[in-house]
């Protein structure tokens, strides 16, 4: 049996504890030793992306840990995308327009097309592999190849890079594992595509790559976010919300303070009748516990507790029970600043206004007008022209391979309007078409 009646309590007490963390400050995309081939067989051998071969994965994992850098990198993929790629045969007799639609009816162009999109964006390089009939008349396929999945061979004597190996380089990977593609010239893909027909050449699966001229790659360009990396603003945001967290798991807020009279108690054992002291000790937990139902809950809300006081010789008020809320801050926002700032600059960086993806938190934040909002999304479209240039080689390889006359590969892009055109949007190309 207690002794004495446990009448001041923190009824929910949190485990007292501490985070630290460790990182690793390895480079992202650059290496301090030089990167030479690796072999795969007597006579196969592919360039290592990074010294570990695992850098495009090691990138992605730093793109999903950041909630703002994978949805600003969606982002541009969606932007670069725009209406999706089509084959416009406007222009094009009904033989070669029905050629072209039994082409993109046989394959899967916007899955393509978004695929290379995000690989230009994230790597700044995207892998097409187009497939022959038997004849090497027509190109009948186009594909899509992860770019975080190929590996260059060496390049020859001349500069040109013979092949591409595509396997799941997440693992060790042997000759066996690996499909191994003939690479079209990056120089002149569709030269040499006839040259290697006239020559007699049975392959019918080459690969073409889009590359994004970089100022400093050789094998694999190296993406103009990469400064993003290479400073601090990434491990800063990263290093922001662990404080939150932290600050948020190892701290126990106390939002009411309930000062309860001596004589609140005696009264309620009096009139229950509770002589026995572990019972009594019981009932002060199970009212204290009928006090803090009565405080929280959305069904409580609106009532009203009732209580007794009195006025001592001295004029202070006495009363049997006293609620006080406690006003405090708000827990894990000390860093509410920082973090806008590091939000925007990761969306400096990747050329994202953080209006368009919403991604600034708080609710004090600068919000651009309808106007402006639309201009910076006809701004951020009107960027991805060279893009779209680099994206389209393969595509007029094809149209010019199978000889369809009056085809060309066109992006359209939706543009958002004013009122006074009665509509939402419009669907534009840079040709100066626009639908009615």
């Known amino acids: 049996m207690q002794d004495t ?76 995308y725009g209406s999706g790629l089509v084959y416009d045969t406007a222009q094009a007799s009904a033989p070669v327009a029905d050629a072209v639609e039994d082409f993109t009816l046989d394959n899967d162009l916007p899955s393509y097309f978004l695929g290379v999109c995000q690989d230009l964006k994230h790597f700044a390089f995207a892998v097409s592999v187009i497939i022959l009939n038997s004849e090497a008349t027509k190109i009948v396929r186009i594909i899509r190849k992860e770019a975080c999945y190929c590996r ?64 400093d790659s050789t094998y ?15 491990n800063i945001k990263r290093l922001i919300g662990l404080a939150k967290e932290a600050k948020l798991r190892n701290s126990a807020p106390l939002k009411y303070h309930i000062e309860v009279s001596q004589k609140y108690w005696d009264s309620i054992f009096k009139s229950e009748g509770i002589t026995d002291r572990a019972k ?40 049997d029970v006293v609620i006080n809320k406690i006003d405090s801050d708000k827990e894990g926002g000390d860093w509410e600043s920082d973090i806008q700032e590091a939000v925007n600059m990761i969306c400096f960086t990747l050329r994202v206004h953080s209006n368009l993806v919403g991604s600034v938190p708080g609710k004090a ?33 094809i149209i010019r391979f199978n000889g369809w006359k009056g085809v060309k590969p066109l992006i359209p892009f939706i543009q958002l309007t004013t009122l006074d055109e009665n509509r939402d949007a419009k669907t534009v190309t840079t040709d100066g078409k626009t639908d009615k």
């Open 5 to 80: 009646l446990l009448f001041n309590s923190v009824e929910t007490i949190f485990e007292g504890r501490a985070a630290v963390v460790f990182t690793d400050p390895k480079p992202v995309f650059k290496e301090d030793g030089e990167i030479t081939p690796t072999t795969l067989s007597d006579t196969h051998a592919y360039m290592p992306w990074g010294a570990n071969n695992q850098m495009p994965f090691d990138i992605i994992d730093l793109i999903e840990s950041d909630e703002t850098l994978a949805t600003c990198q969606m982002f541009n993929a969606e932007v670069c």
């Open 152 to 215: 260059f061979a060496p390049a020859d004597t001349n500069g040109r890079i013979p092949r591409l190996y595509f396997a799941n380089w997440r693992k060790f990977a042997t000759i066996d594992d690996c499909e191994i593609i003939e690479m079209l010239d990056a120089a002149s893909p569709f030269a040499d595509l006839r040259d290697r027909l006239k020559r007699g050449d049975t392959c019918r699966k080459f690969a073409i790559v889009c590359r994004v001229p970089t100022p």
């Open 220 to 234: 694999y360009p190296i993406p103009y976010y990469g400064a993003l990396f290479r400073g601090k603003w990434y």
């Open 280 to 319: 009594q000790q019981a009932r002060i937990i199970e009212e204290k516990q009928r006090i803090l139902d009565f405080l929280t809950g959305a069904e409580n809300s609106g009532k009203v507790w009732f209580s007794t006081f009195y006025v001592n010789p001295n004029g202070d008020e006495q009363h």
């Open 365 to 397: 934040q600068t919000n651009n007008s309808g106007s402006d909002k639309r201009e910076l999304y006809t701004i951020a479209q009107a960027l991805q022209k060279p893009y779209h240039d680099l994206l389209f080689a393969v595509h007029r390889i």
